[in-house]
């Protein structure tokens, strides 16, 4: 009927071999890919916010004047809403790439989702 875990219970045949699909060449691709695009944009982002607080704090280089009245300071903060647009719009085209490869690597496996609920 079905193999036996190393706890000594039975398990049923249609049990996916996840060490399998996580030593599988599509996978270790999937998770380089991911792992190439999120470490450098999360230093970015984490890296512009937390320098702003510390430019204004200790620098007076934003405090000069860009046009008018409006300083360095609010283009710098405009700046970062800005990044965080295109971030978000640059990840969601890359999850919806990162979920296909996904896809790719349980097919190869025949895994089905429907069979895990």
Do not use: C
């Not at 079905?2 to 998770?31: C, M, T, W």
């Amino acid at each position: 009927m079905g193999a036996s875990n190393k706890y000594g219970k039975k398990v049923p045949q249609s049990v996916h071999d996840y060490q399998a699909i996580e030593a599988s060449p599509k996978f270790r691709e999937l998770v380089g890919k991911k792992k190439r695009f999120l470490l450098p944009s999360t230093i970015l982002f984490l890296g512009l916010y937390i320098l702003f607080p510390l430019i204004i704090s200790y620098s007076d280089v934003l405090n000069t004047s860009f046009i008018g009245d409006i300083s360095w300071s609010w283009i710098y903060a405009l700046g970062l809403f800005v990044m965080t647009w295109v971030l978000v719009t640059i990840y969601m085209r890359k999850a919806a790439q990162f979920d296909r490869m996904a896809e790719d690597t349980l097919k190869e496996f025949n895994y089905k989702e429907e069979e895990n609920l």
